[in-house]
Every structure is written in structure tokens, then in C-alpha cells.
């Protein structure tokens, strides 16, 4: 396979040097060799000699890339949600399914338009499959295990769950012919289109259907005038420095930081000034990264001999996730749980119906073909998903008839406590 490639595997009259790829010259031999065209030679031509040092450097690079990610989502991307939601006074639920899925799905956007367009392969794919499955376990472990107990409610999590599922059988019927057309593709979008709509008319679909619904969830506090967690400016993320009294390890977590703190300040506007335009930014930002994570940990892949498929999966997966993580566990310790859930759920959704349908839309109408998608696994992928998304459903009703026994520890029967 294209992982065992040695010098003697291709013929050297034959080669010519491009600054980004071999793959025009290479293809001929790919072919003789009956193997598939791995997704390194996609990228720019950095790090292909297999060795320890690519190893090394790339584990490092993409750790880097995660930390920045974090700072991105940390102290950009969620306290412009939260400016956000207080301007359009929205509930944390549809801001968390909404606006916050959407921002901090760009990794797995920009992924699978690389995917698409520049590898043709099935790390996009996998990176969506991973990542949804990511969501849904890693993203509610962590909420549960590292913040207080909040109170969630049962509406959301049910409207979101089951637009997910609708997504999933989606998927499910475009890859059972291993083709996707043009129409196939539109109708991720107009599937989106509804889901939205249907969030903007919430609150009345609630009041239709039952009696009560959560006010609290409603953020009726300006961010901009909190003295608790205040927001940060320019001169917060540049001249921050740790107590004198701090320990080594605190001193040298800042000194590893700081360059990606003075570069996100220095690019990115306060969100104390104009939020809208930090909250694209951070967008952007997070798009950027991602190629980058797609581009070391393809590398690390090709020098471990792992598939490009199962590092979409898995490594590449949890680190576009990371954004989702962050920010599901910041609103989740300011005990909006609602929006840290409908943040999971509702990224996995934006995952498949735009992630995955805007990219295929736009080759097709592009070249004017239908795209070929491998779908041998595609049973093994639709139990994987289905099966995330029941656990964590039933786990969170497992809970609402816990606390039904035991109503001292709740407020209101008709939520749960997670």
C-alpha cells in the first residue's frame, strides 16, 4: 500500500519536481501499483521523508494548534455568543443549536471542503462521523465530570435529538448508492433551512404544546456590565501576567500561550468592541487552524501508517472538536446547561446537513459529476451514530425518572438535572 513507498517504487526518469504535490507525475505509478493516492501529496511538499523528526515536530505543531484553538474559543468565540444572545434576546438553547454549533463547526467545514476539493478521499467523511460521535460522548462527559450540576431541560435536548436522527437516516439514503447528486445535496440544505426556522419559532411551538417552558434560560444580564467574569479587551489579553506567588508550572503554561494570546489580540478585535466582527475572526481563525490540523495530522498519519479514513476518525475528529468541547464546558460552568447540550447535538446536525451538503453541492455544480463516496461501512457508521445519540438520550431520561423518585434534589419535575 502507499504507506511502504521507497525509492525504488517509482521510476526516476520519470519524476519532476512541483512545490506543492508529485501527484500528475506519481498518478501513473499509483496506478501500476494498484494503490490509492494518499492525502499527504495533496498538501504543501513539508515533511514527506518518513523519520522521527516529522513525528516529533508535527505532534508538537498540532498540540500547539489545539491550545490556539481553546484561547480562539475561550475568549473570542463564546463571549460574543454570549453579546450575541443578549442582543437578539434569545434562549441559550436555540443560541447554543444555532450561532454557537455553527461557529464552532468551522473546522469541520473547512475539513471536508479540503476533503472534497483538494484530497478526494474519506477524511472528510470521517472526520464528520468522528467528531459527531465525539459531540455527543466526549462533549457531555466532560460537562457532567468537570462543572457543577445544572438543570436541563427536556424540550430542547428532544427537538434537537430527534432533528439529529433525521440527519443521520438522511445521510443514510445518500450514501446507500455511493453516489451523491446535485439534488441529494440541495436537500441538506433546504433540511437545515427547516431546522432552522423551526428554532426560530420555538418559543411559540412550546407554548402550543405544554404549559411551561424555562425562563431562566432567557440571559437577561449585559455581559458588558458583569463584574463576575468580566469580558476581556485588548489590554487584558496582552498585558495579562501571572501573581508574583505563582508556581513554575503556572509561569511556564504562560510563557507557552502568550505568543498565541498576542497574536489572536492583535488580529482579532475585543469582543468588548465590536463583537459581531470578533465572533467572524474567531470564525476564520478557527478555519485556518484546521487546515493546519488536517495538514500536520496527515503528516503524523503518514509517518505512523495510519489511514487517512481512520485519522479522520479519530485524531483529526477530537482536534476540530476542540472548540465544541470548550465552549460546551464554559457555558456549561456558568450553568447554562441547555446550550452547552444543544451545542453537541446541534453542531453534530449543522456536521451533516452543511458540513458535508454545501461541499458536495458546490463540486457537483462545479464539475458537473456526481461524487463517488465509499460506503462499505456504511452500516458500521449508522449504528455508531444512532447509538451515540440513543445513549445520550436515554441517559439523560434515566435521569429525569431518578429525580422523579427523588424530588428534594430537583425544582421542577419537568427537567432534568445533569
Known amino acids: 500500500m502507499f504507506f511502504d513507498w521507497s525509492s525504488t517504487d517509482f521510476k526516476p526518469n520519470e519524476w519532476k519536481y512541483y512545490p506543492l504535490a508529485y501527484r500528475h507525475d506519481m498518478s501513473y505509478d499509483i496506478d501500476a501499483l494498484n494503490c490509492t493516492l494518499p492525502a499527504i501529496v495533496e498538501f504543501p511538499n513539508l515533511m514527506r521523508q518518513k523519520s522521527w523528526i516529522a513525528i516529533v515536530v508535527s505532534s508538537l505543531v498540532s498540540m500547539y494548534l489545539f491550545v490556539i484553538l481553546a484561547i480562539v474559543c475561550d475568549d473570542y468565540l463564546v463571549p460574543a455568543m454570549e453579546r450575541l444572545c443578549y442582543t437578539l434576546r434569545m434562549t441559550y438553547d436555540v443560541a447554543g443549536a444555532t450561532f454557537l454549533a455553527a461557529s464552532t463547526s468551522a473546522p469541520e467545514l473547512f475539513v471536508n ?39 436541563l431541560d427536556w424540550w430542547p435536548v428532544t427537538r434537537d435529538t430527534a432533528w439529529y436522527l433525521i440527519a443521520i437516516a438522511s445521510l443514510t439514503y445518500v450514501l446507500y448508492d455511493s453516489l451523491v447528486t446535485w439534488y441529494e445535496a440541495f436537500a441538506f440544505l433546504l433540511l437545515y433551512i427547516a431546522y432552522v ?13 405544554r404549559h411551561e417552558h424555562a425562563e431562566s434560560e432567557l440571559l437577561d444580564e449585559d455581559p458588558m456590565t458583569r463584574e463576575e467574569e468580566p469580558l476581556k479587551g485588548f489590554r487584558d489579553h496582552v498585558c495579562a501576567k501571572p501573581q508574583t506567588e505563582s508556581n513554575f508550572y503556572q509561569w511556564t503554561w504562560w510563557a507557552v500561550k502568550y505568543p498565541a494570546e498576542l497574536m489572536l489580540a492583535c488580529t482579532v478585535p475585543s469582543v468588548r468592541s465590536i463583537f459581531f466582527l470578533s465572533m467572524i475572526l474567531a470564525v476564520l481563525w478557527i478555519s485556518l487552524i484546521s487546515y493546519l490540523l488536517a495538514w500536520f495530522l496527515t503528516i503524523l498519519g503518514y509517518n505512523l501508517k495510519i489511514p487517512d479514513a481512520i485519522m479522520g476518525l479519530t485524531v483529526l475528529a477530537a482536534g476540530t472538536s476542540v472548540p465544541e468541547v470548550a465552549s460546551s464546558y464554559i457555558v456549561s460552568k456558568k450553568g447554562y446547561g441547555s446550550m452547552a447540550i444543544c451545542n453537541a447535538i446541534g453542531s453534530n446536525t449543522f456536521d451533516i446537513f452543511i458540513c458535508l451538503g454545501l461541499p458536495w453541492l458546490l463540486k457537483i455544480l462545479i464539475y458537473q459529476q456526481k461524487i463517488e463516496i465509499d460506503s462499505t461501512a456504511l452500516t458500521i457508521t449508522t449504528a455508531m451514530l444512532v447509538i451515540t445519540a440513543a445513549v445520550l438520550y436515554l ?24
Do not use: H, W, Y
Not at 197 to 209: E, H, K, P, Y
Open 113 to 151: 471542503f479540503v476533503g472534497t476539493f483538494v484530497t478526494n478521499g474519506d477524511i472528510g467523511l470521517g472526520t464528520i462521523v468522528g467528531s459527531s460521535v465525539f459531540n455527543v460522548l466526549v462533549i457531555a462527559g466532560v460537562c457532567g465530570i468537570f462543572t457543577q450540576p445544572s438543570k
Open 197 to 209: 426556522i423551526q428554532l426560530s419559532f420555538d418559543r411559540r411551538i412550546q407554548n402550543l404544546v
Open 395 to 418: 441517559g439523560l431520561l434515566a435521569k429525569i425518572l431518578l429525580n422523579k423518585e427523588n424530588m428534594c434534589d430537583i425544582e421542577d419535575p419537568s427537567g432534568f438535572s445533569g
